[in-house]
């Protein structure tokens, strides 16, 4: 690299590290030092090998850029800053209310695509990105820049081995290795050949460099754009705080603006005004085009019995016909979810994700952020493991489709492993996200197809046995709706349920009726957002509520009836699973778990 | 290997086989051909290297042997029956309601310590189980069987990382790489190689065999008792429904029970009556005794401005001086957690983790196995992480305490990606939780200290911010209890808040009071359980409840108060985290989040 490049590569790692110091002194917090030791890393990123156009940030040939490690944002805004997306004033205005310059990268930045902030999810969302590279066969690359004790996270290992195992050259992982975590040494410290021992094993060409030399990172990026056939993880050992003596390769220096910047500033060499020219893309680039042909969902005859993951296969089926966006991942149970059936019609769109729940979602979360429109399916229970994923794709409004099934005591044997008992209040909370539990094949159908118009978070509970169909095939469910299912001017409660916990309503209903007792049957199929109006009648014509749902008794169906009329007052007994189930046939532990016709009949009666 | 011993272990295994095929049979449903590829794996471990009392489970010398593969439980059990630990007729409740043969191993068995059957937790546990051996100076060993298919999940590679690089010798993994995952091939298939080199980078011990073949399953356990410094990996390439034409190695045939059992079992040669003698652990092994001293917990003048977090980590100290068997655990944020106070005094009970929050919390389940006392702590947000690993905590009826940091919008600056928002909700729906949410300081140390007695999962949540000292040193807070801190005879209505809402609620009551309009207040410190008369009692004065929580809407201390004044029904309005925060300060957060003092006064206003 001749010299005049080396200068110009130093100076403008220098105004990085400066302006990272600046925007952190600004805020009064931040993590400089973690931005100083990856500025040089990222200076030649962006000089030599990024092609991105800041100007049209949807150019489907544009590179990708994740900052795993997202405290480093200094970093990124300053990169924004040399690259003239954004002015001074602006970095400067970095963690103070109102700013796009959040603690950490979000989508509010129309150059960030996905939040960071929760190590180790970065990689594993950026091999969803690469997935989508290979489905749209676009020549963009994506580079990920992690941390080092990042590394320690499982995540890491999914996205590794899956990475790896399918061969995603176009994925490029910076790690820097600064040896220095938060509260003190990383676990490898600059042993950089134990990273690439590791990453070595999962199938990816390895690099291991000298993270402030320009030379070694520029030739490292271009073996990592030369290499075919495999990912590329390159393993640059470098100093934290790098440039200020205060803070160099010093513990006890994470995470905090430096006491005296402008001495540091005046270390660095003092401010500058470098800026860096992006290639833009190679242009010709076209948005890959997703087919649409006419939607054709299946429909069930009423009084068939039919499970609602059955239902839910089948329209993710015909949704796959109609819609070209329409991607299917599977957490290796797809035979239980029933995505199978998506995958035999589109072997292409399918991605077997295998027993990696974190990657699973991470990889729709990168998918969707191309355009895709991914339905992620495993066992409810099973998707616990990916809740940190969940809750930052909240924060990331990526709009992903979750599907759980085997919800609730309902499957039965297997025990309670294998029960999704807390699925629906983990989905609740999630920000902007919509939860929906089908009770007939029909219903499962009408929901499926309308999560696919859905933006942020969707989550579609199915359960594993057949239910009768209660709904003529074409009835329609808007999200926010419910349906009442029994009602009498005399009615002295009214029992809200969803799912399989609609039909023991509806027979203890008529159970009840049989005794002169006349109560109402919602069927909240919607349980975020939920039928608030729908509630506060039911509330106000009968006074009685009683909700019961095959989920713990904390923040699911009960609490979001609680919620909807809690300003009203009215009376609410919740039904709900409180024990710990052993195994049992699922009639067995509907009745165990007091949920069943005859619980819910005695509550009506107890109540009265 | 004499010619006998390799007659009696193939008798063994196929009894092992009949066993299982038989349990499958009379349940109609379970795992036999999972139970089937590793029956010789388990044949030679139990006849020859397990050291193990049925007679007397809690002898601290006996080898710990976890299922992680929990779906083979049929193997198990016929394991159990050959050791004369369970009858045939018991072998044959498998999967019956009130059975403790679960369809999945649960503790409910005195020789299971951990529940299993969520894939990919049984070696993570396993590793905290070694590292109270270490810790204990015992000699048993921990054998973990793992299925293939889970090798993909992200915690088996946390704890691979953490033992190789502990050097957790007394751990010794056997996978039985049957090729076949629930839904066809594995990604490696018959590929141990692919495996070895794997473990080989995180540094175990690694050795390739044919898991049929009994000579080289004893010489392989021999060799990993042998091994020192380093855990061991026995990769066992073995066929899935070994012995049985009709399923074996073919897919399609997980999780069934076979279709003619009576044909399968012929074909295994018929029924056994084979014992087999497991050996004791050698006799001498005394418990590790736990040294005790008097209590003296940190205390706080009032008025002063302690962070909880802070309070929780001296007390955490002073638990350690108390309590010899208090251990605490780390994900590398122990100086913002303040659980460093604790490693500064007893750094040989403090295990740091990493950033490996599975591992955090599964290494907690193993060590409690054992009988230490583990708080292992992190951020509140990085909880939700661990998800799977605390809903089977609460199956594994697990006493393990965690600690989450930096909840909610009060964090300020750092934005949404680490505002632990979703804990609350989390943990409410653990199966047999404790959820406490102290506001000051001597609150937090009587509540951590309370934990410490606690059976189950329990959960204190902490705040990054100082807040003033409003109860005096030394006072109590029973786990169930509240505070009433605010009330007369003529309040209107009951503010209930918990944390740093409390001294928001304080102000607004303060500020409403001002105005004519006497309000109370409630501390509700005690999520979990809740404090459900002194709620009625409120509810029935005041009818008009202001719940306020810097936690979502969903699932959190709202709902809390919700369902315990639910059938009285008395108005509800809550005050909770909607939106989504950016970056601002503390005081901005909460004001935009609308749980600040003027947020609480005008709810209260509009509400009367």
Same mark, same amino acid.
């Given at each position: 690299?001749?010299?005049?490049?080396?200068?110009?590569?130093?100076?403008?790692?220098?105004?990085?590290?400066?302006?990272?110091?600046?925007?952190?002194?600004?805020?009064?917090?931040?993590?400089?030092?973690?931005?100083?030791?990856?500025?040089?890393?990222?200076?030649?990123?962006?000089?030599?090998?990024?092609?991105?156009?800041?100007?049209?940030?949807?150019?489907?040939?544009?590179?990708?850029?994740?900052?795993?490690?997202?405290?480093?944002?200094?970093?990124?805004?300053?990169?924004?800053?040399?690259?003239?997306?954004?002015?001074?004033?602006?970095?400067?205005?970095?963690?103070?209310?109102?700013?796009?310059?959040?603690?950490?990268?979000?989508?509010?930045?129309? !150059?960030?695509?996905?939040?960071?902030?929760?190590?180790?999810?970065?990689?594993?969302?950026?091999?969803?990105?690469?997935?989508?590279?290979?489905?749209?066969?676009?020549?963009?690359?994506?580079?990920?820049?992690?941390?080092?004790?990042?590394?320690?996270?499982?995540?890491?290992?999914?996205?590794?081995?899956?990475?790896?195992?399918?061969?995603?050259?176009?994925?490029?992982?910076?790690?820097?290795?600064?040896?220095?975590?938060?509260?003190?040494?990383?676990?490898?410290?600059?042993?950089?050949?134990?990273?690439?021992?590791?990453?070595?094993?999962?199938?990816?060409?390895?690099?291991?460099?000298?993270?402030?030399?320009?030379?070694?990172?520029?030739?490292?990026?271009?073996?990592?754009?030369?290499?075919?056939?495999?990912?590329?993880?390159?393993?640059?050992?470098?100093?934290?705080?790098?440039?200020?003596?205060?803070?160099?390769?010093?513990?006890?220096?994470?995470?905090?603006?430096?006491?005296?910047?402008?001495?540091?500033?005046?270390?660095?060499?003092?401010?500058?005004?470098?800026?860096?020219?992006?290639?833009?893309?190679?242009?010709?680039?076209?948005?890959?085009?997703?087919?649409?042909?006419?939607?054709?969902?299946?429909?069930?005859?009423?009084?068939?019995?039919?499970?609602?993951?059955?239902?839910?296969?089948?329209?993710?089926?015909?949704?796959?016909?109609?819609?070209?966006?329409?991607?299917?991942?599977?957490?290796?149970?797809?035979?239980?979810?029933?995505?199978?059936?998506?995958?035999?019609?589109?072997?292409?769109?399918?991605?077997?994700?295998?027993?990696?729940?974190?990657?699973?979602?991470?990889?729709?979360?990168?998918?969707?952020?191309?355009? !895709?429109?991914?339905?992620?399916?495993?066992?409810?229970?099973?998707?616990?493991?990916?809740?940190?994923?969940?809750?930052?794709?909240?924060?990331?409004?990526?709009?992903?489709?979750?599907?759980?099934?085997?919800?609730?005591?309902?499957?039965?044997?297997?025990?309670?492993?294998?029960?999704?008992?807390?699925?629906?209040?983990?989905?609740?909370?999630?920000?902007?996200?919509?939860?929906?539990?089908?009770?007939?094949?029909?219903?499962?159908?009408?929901?499926?197809?309308?999560?696919?118009?859905?933006?942020?978070?969707?989550?579609?509970?199915?359960?594993?046995?057949?239910?009768?169909?209660?709904?003529?095939?074409?009835?329609?469910?808007?999200?926010?709706?419910?349906?009442?299912?029994?009602?009498?001017?005399?009615?002295?409660?009214?029992?809200?349920?969803?799912?399989?916990?609609?039909?023991?309503?509806?027979?203890?209903?008529?159970?009840?009726?049989?005794?002169?007792?006349?109560?109402?049957?919602?069927?909240?199929?919607?349980?975020?957002?939920?039928?608030?109006?729908?509630?506060?009648?039911?509330?106000?014509?009968?006074?009685?509520?009683?909700?019961?749902?095959?989920?713990?008794?904390?923040?699911?169906?009960?609490?979001?009836?609680?919620?909807?009329?809690?300003?009203?007052?009215?009376?609410?007994?919740?039904?709900?699973?409180?024990?710990?189930?052993?195994?049992?046939?699922?009639?067995?532990?509907?009745?165990?778990?007091?949920?069943?016709?005859?619980?819910?009949?005695?509550?009506?009666?107890?109540?009265?």
């Amino acid at each position: 690299m001749p010299e005049r490049d080396l200068h110009y590569l130093a100076e403008l790692a220098a105004q990085l590290r400066v302006d990272s110091v600046r925007a952190a002194a600004e805020a009064g917090s931040g993590h400089p030092t973690s931005s100083m030791s990856a500025a040089d890393l990222m200076a030649v990123l962006f000089a030599c090998h990024l092609r991105y156009d800041f100007d049209d940030p949807d150019n489907p040939a544009n590179d990708q850029l994740i900052f795993s490690k997202g405290h480093a944002s200094p970093l990124l805004y300053s990169l924004y800053k040399a690259a003239g997306a954004i002015d001074d004033a602006e970095l400067l205005s970095f963690r103070q209310r109102g700013s796009r310059l959040e603690g950490h990268p979000t989508p509010r930045l129309p !150059w960030v695509d996905v939040a960071t902030g929760s190590l180790g999810q970065g990689l594993p969302v950026g091999v969803g990105v690469a997935m989508a590279g290979r489905l749209e066969r676009l020549p963009y690359r994506v580079w990920v820049l992690c941390g080092d004790s990042e590394l320690a996270e499982g995540s890491i290992w999914e996205a590794a081995e899956h990475a790896g195992c399918e061969g995603l050259a176009n994925l490029i992982a910076i790690v820097d290795v600064n040896r220095l975590g938060q509260r003190g040494p990383t676990r490898h410290g600059w042993d950089t050949g134990a990273y690439a021992r590791r990453f070595g094993a999962f199938g990816w060409h390895t690099i291991e460099i000298d993270g402030h030399d320009p030379g070694q990172i520029d030739y490292a990026l271009q073996d990592a754009c030369n290499t075919r056939r495999r990912p590329t993880v390159i393993l640059a050992k470098t100093r934290k705080g790098e440039g200020v003596l205060e803070v160099e390769n010093r513990e006890g220096a994470h995470g905090k603006a430096l006491k005296d910047p402008d001495k540091a500033i005046d270390e660095l060499g003092g401010q500058r005004r470098v800026r860096v020219e992006v290639h833009k893309p190679d242009q010709g680039a076209v948005p890959f085009r997703f087919a649409e042909k006419p939607m054709s969902l299946p429909s069930y005859e009423l009084g068939e019995k039919v499970a609602t993951r059955t239902a839910f296969g089948a329209a993710l089926a015909a949704l796959g016909t109609a819609c070209g966006d329409v991607v299917a991942l599977d957490g290796e149970v797809a035979d239980s979810t029933k995505a199978a059936a998506f995958e035999k019609e589109f072997p292409e769109r399918f991605f077997e994700m295998y027993i990696a729940e974190q990657q699973l979602v991470a990889a729709a979360v990168g998918l969707q952020a191309r355009g !895709w429109r991914p339905y992620a399916a495993t066992f409810a229970a099973f998707l616990t493991r990916a809740h940190d994923f969940i809750r930052m794709a909240g924060v990331s409004r990526a709009s992903i489709r979750l599907v759980g099934s085997h919800a609730g005591v309902a499957i039965g044997e297997d025990g309670p492993s294998q029960m999704g008992l807390e699925d629906l209040a983990m989905l609740r909370t999630t920000y902007g996200s919509t939860v929906l539990y089908p009770c007939d094949a029909n219903q499962a159908v009408a929901l499926t197809a309308a999560m696919a118009d859905l933006e942020g978070v969707s989550y579609l509970r199915t359960t594993r046995g057949d239910t009768p169909v209660i709904y003529a095939p074409g009835e329609r469910f808007p999200v926010g709706g419910s349906r009442v299912l029994r009602q009498s001017p005399g009615d002295r409660a009214t029992i809200v349920a969803a799912g399989v916990t609609v039909h023991e309503a509806l027979a203890a209903a008529d159970e009840l009726a049989a005794s002169d007792i006349p109560v109402g049957v919602i069927d909240l199929y919607s349980i975020k957002p939920v039928d608030t109006a729908a509630l506060i009648e039911a509330a106000t014509t009968t006074g009685n509520l009683i909700t019961v749902e095959d989920h713990r008794l904390e923040g699911g169906l009960g609490d979001a009836v609680s919620d909807a009329v809690g300003e009203l007052g009215p009376r609410v007994v919740k039904l709900a699973v409180t024990g710990l189930p052993g195994s049992a046939t699922p009639e067995e532990q509907l009745a165990d778990a007091g949920i069943d016709r005859r619980a819910i009949a005695n509550a009506v009666k107890r109540l009265l």
